[in-house]
Each structure stands twice: as C-alpha cells, then as structure tokens.
C-alpha cells in the first residue's frame, strides 16, 4: 500500500502474547497481507518543549492533543527521506498529516521560523509544496517556543492491511525501546525496552467499523483494548529514574544549542546548508 499523507481513523491498541499472535494470524492471513513496508524497525523521533509540555498533557488523557515527531524506516542516511508527521487525536479519533524530507534538513525544522520549516517540507519535486499540510505542521512547530527532539522510540514492526479494503490495517510491535541520546534518525536503534518479552503492542487502524470476522474473533481469543502510548510509557519509564528530571533538563538545553549551531553553520555535522536556504 502506497504512503499516505493525510489520515483520520480509529487507533485501537491491544498487548496481547506471541501465542495469541500465531491464533490471530491463523484468520488475519486469508483477509489481509502485508504492506508496502511489511517487517521494519520504526524509528520515531519525538519532539517536546524543554518542559515536555506536549507528553505531559497527553498523558493526562484530555480530549485534545497533539504531537510532533520524525519517522524512518530503519536508519536513515543523510540523503534518505524520512517523514515529518503532526499527529492529533481528538474525541477518539486519530488525524494525522505528514510530509517527507530529507533526513539531514530534519534540525532546520526546530527553531520556530515556520517560513523556514514550510520551504524545508516543500522540497524539491515534492508534490505537496506550500500545501495546507506543510502549512499546518510549520504552524504546530512555531506554536510550542523551544521545540526540538526529546525522545527516540524504536520498535520492530509488523504491518498487514485489509485485501478488500485498504483503510482497515493491523500492526504488530515488538521490542518496544526509547533513549534519550543520539537523538537523530541517522543513529541507529538503540534503547531501553518498556515492554516485557513475549509481550507484542497490537494496533487496528481504521476509520470504519471492525469487519465481523475481526471482532469475532477478538472475542473468541479474549482479546481486549489496552491504554499504551508508546512515548508516554517511556516518558514514565525516564522520570522514575533517580534525577531524572534534571538529566533531561540538561539533555535538551545541550540540544537546542547543538541545533542552534547546526543553523548558524558553526559545526560540521554533514548537513547541507544549503537545502533550507
């Protein structure tokens, strides 16, 4: 299945054991296959203000929130595309926009100039230039002073849609690790684990009701919902260490000045400059 960019649907998040799993692929399989990035390791980079105001609210539970991240598929090298995504839920449902760059443009997005940001997700032969999603997530970018990247989350990735319908997809994490360090899409995937062995994160994405073979199913295996965001969990994980809360201070305040040096071109860390002119 083709990358999308604009997505609205229904995020349902179950932790299920590896037995469950091979019972739950003995039905998925005649109704789905894999899709276009099949098995990979995801590479979410997060990103907060330097008093983690976005995953500080979201795991307040309010109806409204919103976070900002990068993605890749497997480490990125400076010339691969890597995806900037705002993602919104609000009553239940999930809206998420997103546009790819390149992966060494990625800090010139942090430091509050949405002009800078829009022409970075504009890009050369990018279909999307100066669309209302570019204009949205420099907007979101702009609106929280100081954001920059805080966590990096990696997993590894199962993901299967629907045969006769593609808006109905199912996703398989494992190995669920965040750090706080390296953070950038180029440094591999590394990290604390947050879930148990044996322990995998499924997820059913859709925008529609569960199809009766799916729901059926989920019952016959007691197969129930589960609370579990990814960077809330880990952000639990971090501050429950002993002085942690001044660690991570100290870690973002080092981050904003190194990508404040990467944007007045005082280091040599491999970016081209002259992509965000």
Known sequence: MADRSIFKRYEIKYKITEFQYEALMNVIKPHMREDE????????????TPDNLLIRRSIEHPEYKEKVRLRSYGTAADDDKVFVELKKKYDGVVYKRRLK???CD???LFGGDSAMAERIMAGDGNKYRKSQIAAEIAY??????????AMMICYEREAWYCNYDSDLRITFDRNVRWRTDDLDLRSGTGGHRILPEGVVL???KTSKAMPIWLTDTLSA??????????????YEALVSETGAP??????????????NDIREGRTEYGYDLSRAV
């Open 246 to 259: 001044e660690r991570i201070k100290r870690q973002l305040a080092e981050r904003v000045r190194a990508l």
């Open 37 to 48: 990035h099949g098995r990979s390791t995801i590479m979410s980079l997060y990103c907060d």
């Open 221 to 234: 295996g007691k197969i129930y919902k589960a609370s579990f965001s990814k960077y809330g969990k880990s």
């Open 202 to 204: 499924m997820e059913i």
């Open 101 to 103: 760059i390149h992966a």
């Open 106 to 108: 990625a800090p010139y």
């Open 140 to 149: 979101a970018i702009e609106r929280y002073p100081g954001l920059a990247p």
